[in-house]
């Protein structure tokens, strides 16, 4: 049997390097796919190409999609802060970037169909996180959904499926995994702000520092990073 194609949407963050870890484990052959979005901590893109390499992936494509041409979010508007507070139950913060995911996923899924793929995945995360409407469950059926309508493949009975394995995970469980696996975790980048170091206090720094912690790994927190 052929092996299995998957494309694999690579941030440079710990959670889309473990997810795509995880399909090179279950036997997939994995393209990468990055986005230039205009987001402020573009160092992400940097760390998207060595987790690739470090992975050894069939393929990684980088694509320019500028959404911070219209801003709407702290992440790519200059003008806004990026929340030090740390993340406040049932609000959605301001880093949380309009479609962001939504148009990922569908150049994800052009992709797809295009190299033939099975799977599209994917390292969203719903619960030790800051709250996304596009990274919940709910989101994933109904993208499925119009993913099974929307393409040729998808017409014929075979498009590709969305696979999240992370979304309902704790942090500290995904850094169990990225060990396990051999994510290069010191490589990845998880931070919003734009510096060349993690700034240690945006709500993405305090959630992987706590779960690295947890996971006996200090030695990977924010403050020993460069």
Known sequence: MAQRTAIALLSGGLDSATA??????????????????????????????????????????????????????????????????GVEE???????????????????????????????????NAVDYSGYPDCRPDYLDAFQSLASLSSKAGREGHGPQLWAPLVEWSKTKIVDEALRLGVPINETWSCYSGGNRPCGVCDSCRIRDSALREAGRPDLCSNAQG
């Open 20 to 85: 795509a870890a995880l399909a090179q484990e279950s036997g997939d052959r994995v393209i990468g796919l990055s986005f230039d979005y205009g987001q402020r901590h573009r160092r992400e893109l940097k760390a998207a190409a060595k987790v690739a390499a470090h992975l050894n992936l069939a393929e990684h494509h980088q694509v320019d999609v500028n959404l911070g041409a219209w801003g709407g979010s702290a992440l790519t508007d200059p003008n806004q802060t990026v929340p030090t507070s």
């Open 90 to 124: 049932g609000v959605i913060p301001v880093t949380y970037v309009p479609g962001r995911n939504t148009v990922f996923i569908a150049i994800g899924l052009s992709l797809a169909e295009a190299r033939g793929a099975e799977r599209l995945v994917l390292g969203v």
